[in-house]
């Protein structure tokens, strides 16, 4: 299956694919601190593990940082 993820498009060979473990694959830093945006909507933490990626799907990683004047 094809996933863009963040603007590049991967291949993976798994039919299924939960967030938690794309996290994981993709070695995301901090995973707690990252927000999802999967085909335009935001998952909430809770949804990670029970939603599952299918060809075509289009996932952003973000993270919010704080600071400056």
Do not use: A
């Not at 299956?1 to 039919?15: A, L, P, R, V």
């Not at 694959?25 to 998952?43: A, G, R, T």
């Amino acid at each position: 299956m094809k996933i863009n993820i963040n603007g590049e498009t991967k291949e993976f060979s798994q039919n299924k694919l939960s967030v938690v473990e794309l996290l994981k694959i993709e070695k995301v830093e901090m995973p707690d601190m990252v927000s999802v945006q999967l085909n335009d909507e935001f998952l909430r933490q809770p949804e990670y593990e029970e939603t599952l990626l299918k060809d075509g799907d289009v996932i952003n990683f973000l993270y919010f940082m704080g600071g400056g004047k």
